[in-house]
Nanobody, 121 residues
Framework: QVQLVESGGGLVQTGGSLRLSCAASGRTFSMGWFRQAPGKEREFVATITWSGASTDYADSVKGRFTISRDNTKNTVYLQMNSLKPEDTAVYYC?????????????????WGQGTQVTVSS
């Protein structure tokens, strides 16, 4: 069983930056970040393979967000730059029992509890 714990959320002004971390217990393969704003469905943000060689991003965050991982620490990161009010959401870390990249939430097997990111205008 894999457990995921996110951290790093908070309140930031428009144009600011935050780095989210997701610490995993247990073996993980491809991992991803999702987000859910109030009244909206959970949406894909970014994903990364175990080696970090392959990544994928939602169009809305390309060029602003970067996903990375440190397997020595069993941790995945999401560096978020040039934040906008529309990035405000609860951000969730997720992991798969497969090393294939995936964007649908239902392809992920394990989920963290989420961390709130609020971007003020």
């Amino acid at each position: 069983q894999v457990q995921l714990v996110e951290s790093g959320g908070g309140l930031v002004q428009t144009g600011g930056s935050l780095r989210l971390s997701c610490a995993a217990s247990g073996r993980t393969f491809s991992m991803g970040w999702f987000r859910q704003a109030p009244g909206k469905e959970r949406e894909f943000v970014a994903t990364i393979t175990w080696s970090g060689a392959s990544t994928d991003y939602a169009d809305s965050v390309k060029g602003r967000f970067t996903i990375s991982r440190d397997n020595t620490k069993n941790t995945v990161y999401l560096q978020m730059n040039s934040l906008k009010p529309e990035d405000t959401a609860v951000y969730y870390c997720a992991a798969r029992d497969s090393n294939v990249l995936a964007t649908p939430a239902q392809r992920y097997d394990y989920w963290g509890q989420g961390t709130q990111v609020t971007v003020s205008s």
